[in-house]
Nanobody, 127 residues
Framework: QVQLVESGGGSVQAGGSLRLSCVAS????????MGWFRQAPGKERERVAT?????????YYADSVRGRFTISQDNAKTTLYLEMTSLKPEDTAMYYC???????????????????WGQGTQVTVSF
């Protein structure tokens, strides 16, 4: 069982920045595709960014965040980050950390079974 605990959410004005953190306890080599998802009220959950944690490669970004968000991990692989810059009101959502079992390429969403989820951290971006 892997526990994921997110932090770092908050309220910012458009154009601002936030950094989300997700601590995995314990880190599991079997769930080595980790990432961030978000869900806004009335909308479907969206995969924001994912990374293959063993090598720190195969990073995926949704088109809506590419160039503004950066996913990374610490050297111990126990903490996942999402650096968010140039935030827009449409980035407002609950952000969830997830850890998944890679069936193929971590970059391809339907080749990953995300089995562990955090409780979420709210990000609110105002005009």
């Amino acid at each position: 069982q892997v526990q994921l605990v997110e932090s770092g959410g908050g309220s910012v004005q458009a154009g601002g920045s936030l950094r989300l953190s997700c601590v995995a306890s314990p880190y599991s080599y079997s769930t080595n595709c980790m990432g961030w998802f978000r869900q806004a009220p009335g909308k479907e959950r969206e995969r924001v960014a994912t990374i293959y944690t063993i090598l720190g490669v195969n990073t995926y970004y949704a088109d809506s965040v590419r160039g503004r968000f950066t996913i990374s991990q610490d050297n111990a692989k126990t903490t996942l980050y999402l650096e968010m810059t140039s935030l827009k009101p449409e980035d407002t959502a609950m952000y969830y950390c997830a850890a998944g079992i890679r069936r193929g390429n971590c970059y391809i969403g339907d080749q990953v079974e995300f089995v562990y989820w955090g409780q979420g951290t709210q990000v609110t971006v105002s005009f």
